[in-house]
């Protein structure tokens, strides 16, 4: 025994410290022993003490006892040993961490359970740098060798101070100032702050980094752990470092942060345990927990980490298929086989998977990111069930998985869709399905009854943005923070949206699908970063070119939830996720503008300006979106969508008023409606309720009660004046049968009343004012329509005849009204200049028929030759209204308003002249002042029936029938007053007047005496025979 004592001695080494504390080293020896001697050296070894002045020896004691065979030995730690993780490692069929079968030869021995073993990499400082600048030479020169010597040597001088330093090994140098990385074991516990102390008494370093293993230890279940599992992850420390615990979970060669979520719930039990407590595993949490304390000094970060691996087993999703997909029997007694396959992804687990004893399996088949599982089976076409396929896949955990589904057999006789192409027979009613090429997704094409193919449903996913939804599903499963994970994802997308063609319905779908997703997950976007992403991803989903995509009639399975389609959950997103943004500035993108409103108003949003009025706290944002009011489904078949869709969000309190001022994105026809509505998502449906129109003096201005989002609807069909085709009809005809008695009258009794120059000049223009009436009537009572229909059945160029003849026949009306005028105010002014008869018929012929037109033919020509829109419209028939002083109206309201007010004026010049008969009796005879007066009265009763008329057809022109009730009495009144102008004047001019009267009257007078004398000399001549 004192040999051994001495020889322990003289094999022993030691690098003296600088500071008065205690340089350690550990040393291993190995004894051969006689098993009966074991107990005894035992003892001697826990006893053993030496001290001779300069060396203290002490904690002697054994680490590993191993028991020999022929080839192997068996080696058990001693109590508070193990084995470490490198040997379990290397011999792990045959060790566990505290018994290792090990082949005779083997020098491997237990280690200390309180073992700690440190990395680190110190940065020398400017100054050491200098003096170790050498150890960047290659690590065969001398030079190296010998500054490594000095290094060793430095840094074992202050760590040979832990009591317990087992190795100390420099592993490389590396340039960047010079970097020093080194490894070191202590077999004794050792406290985070002994290991800060001794740090900071290195004099050669700036920095340094340090990593310890075995202060902290991880614990997982040993077991692997079944899918959809619950476990827990646990993480001890040997002392309170008063850090938070940071965990890690590693796998594929990716890291992620373990947080609280959906899946993780982390725990601290206390000051030296902590949890992750694991609910419902699947394959993202199978890999390496890593569990780290990193506590950082000026110049020094210590991080103790420890880590443990669990395995979870795993299920598949199986995707099935028949080869052929609808077998055809050609005859009832025919056998089929058709091979069943059974495709899953690749992943770490191993499968056993099984088939039905009847099945023929065949060897398995993969490509890169598939396993294709497939065997043969046999179909009896005599047998009328439906014959089913299978497979079971078992994991490690003896988990199954099984795939059931029937085969659909083309029984002889059954109607089918023939094979096109790629597309196989189908059965009638049946569904044929293919993969995607190079896509996630399938692509269907039905088989409708009959055997007719149907169009083909494209549900292929560009596999970055299936990528991309997977991301957004887990972001709060606790892999990775929350905020991060949402980061990404937008990241990710934005570029996406970019560079890849997203073109097709399931892409469309998948894409609105990612902001559902992050909508219901987070509660709030801060980094504007993240922000930007998200508006330009939503704004590139709007491009005109995906057009196609958001109009296609989306089938059942391309629909959101509770009925809704894809573009009012792109919608219902958006305006969720902006509200959940940190805007603080303008967004102005593509298809999309965002606005955080200031003092309530909002403008140049596309050329739409919103003022909200309410007591508001926080932000007001408001969205405008290009293109999204196509999308959205409109299920009012009367009215169609004519505006860009504006969301406004807030915290309201109390009552509140939002004024929209919408750009038309198409001009309003006159007495069109237009509805104020927003989006109602318990409806899914456009609504009006607490909106409404501010009508036709504020064309696109909404207000509205509430917040949402809005927009325009605006009618197809004009509104319509009840029983306006009748009373046009009504009026018309008898104005028509009217002015046809009046003519007829004028030329009964012309040369009876026709006895001075004035009455010559009243009855030739009332002549010519009833045929331009009569012709301008039958125009328009030819150019009206009943009354809801949509045409007048007349064409355009019948349409733009008709507002030429009443535009010109009209006016000549006018015209020849102040032509008689004109005349009676010439004589009444100039008593001694007399006027011929054909002078003055010259006369009222230029006015009365020339000048209107010329002004219909230069505003012909001046409004691009009659241009339906520009001249006329087809819908009236007649001349248009644009705005004040704009609009072919105007070429006739202008010329009557100035012959109203030149008829007023001259009548009064007229009547006062003859007022003042006193002082002309002798130039003027009673006949001249009886026909002036007549001509007068005519004029007087004549001016304002027809500039009234004229002025309420302003008035109905100004105002369309949107306008209200005021706009139905106008249109009443011009109705009323125009049909019936023909009756008017024959009130006024022809029965009314006595002259006409009396000439009329001694005409049947005559007529009858005629009559009479003619009845008595045929009875007298028959007396007489």
Sequence with gaps: MLLFRLLLLLSLTFCQAAAKANSTQVYYTKMTIDRNALDLIINELAAFECNDGNKLITQVHMTTSCTKGEKNQVCVCSEGNKWSNQVIQNYKDSCNETVCTLPNDSTHTCMSNRTVKVAGSITLSDESSKHFKDCLQPNTTSLYIECKKKVESALKTIYSTLNGLDTFTIVEFRAGSIIVDFEMTVVNSITAQELLDRSNNLNISSSMALETTGMVTVTVPDRMVPYQDNDKVICKTVEDFNQDVTWTLRRDGLSFSIFDGTVSKLTKESSTEFHVKLDKVDKHWTGEYDCSFIEKKPNITLTHRAKATIDICLKPDIINSVEPAFPLCTSDTQLLFVTVKCQIMKSIEKYNVTWPVDYSINPLSNDSNTLTYSARKLIDCSNPTVPTGSCNFTNRCNQTQESTFDINVIRNGEKYCKQENEWQNTKEGFTAVLNCKGMAGVRKRGCSLGGTWGKEVSECLVLSLQNVLEKALISDSGLGNLENNTAEVLQKFSNLTKMEDLNTQANINASVSVYGVLNEKISVIQNVTTVENFLDSSSNLLNKSLESSWRSSLPPYTQGGNGSIVAENYLLSVEKLIQKSNIRTDSEKENLIVKNCTDGKCVDLFNISVSLTASVSGDIKTVAYKYLQNYLPNNDSERTINSLVVSTAANVTGEMSIVIDFQLQSPRPRDVELICVFWDSNTHAWSDEGCSWEGPFSEGRCVCTHLSSFAI???????????????????????????????????????????????????????????????????????????????????????????????????????????????????????????????????????????????????????????????????????????????????????????????????????????????????????????????IRSVVLLTPIFGVTWGFGLAMMILDLTSGPVAYAINYIFIILNAFQGFYILLTTCLRDKMTREALLSRFKKKNVTTMSTSTVKTETSWKK
């Design 713 to 935: 609807l605006m009618s197809k069909t004009p509104l319509r004046v009840p029983a306006l085709s009748l009373l046009t009809t009504v009026g018309l005809s008898i104005s028509i049968a009217s002015l046809i008695i009046i003519l007829a009258i004028e030329m009964t009794v012309w040369k009876q009343v026709v006895k001075t120059n004035t009455l010559y000049l009243r009855h030739t223009a009332q002549v010519n004012i009833s045929v331009c009436l009569l012709v301008a009537d039958i125009c328009f009572l030819a150019s009206s329509k009943p009354d809801g229909k949509e045409s007048h059945g007349q064409t355009t160029v019948w349409c733009r005849i008709f507002a030429v003849m009443m535009h010109f026949c009209y006016l000549a009306m006018f015209f020849w009204m102040l032509a008689l005028s004109t005349t009676l105010l010439h004589q009444a002014v100039f008593l001694f200049h007399k006027v011929s008869k054909k002078t003055y018929l010259r006369f009222s012929i230029f006015l009365g028929y020339i000048c209107p037109l010329l002004i219909v033919f230069i505003t012909f020509l001046a409004n691009n030759a009659g241009a339906e829109g520009s001249y006329f419209s087809e819908d009236t028939c007649w001349l248009v209204y644009a705005g004040l002083l704009k609009g072919s109206i105007f070429t006739f309201i202008l010329p009557v308003g100035i012959i109203v007010f030149f008829n007023i004026f001259s009548m009064l010049v007229v009547i006062m002249k003859l007022l003042e008969h006193h002082k002309n009796d002798d130039t003027q005879t009673d006949k001249e002042k009886a026909a002036a007066k007549t001509v």
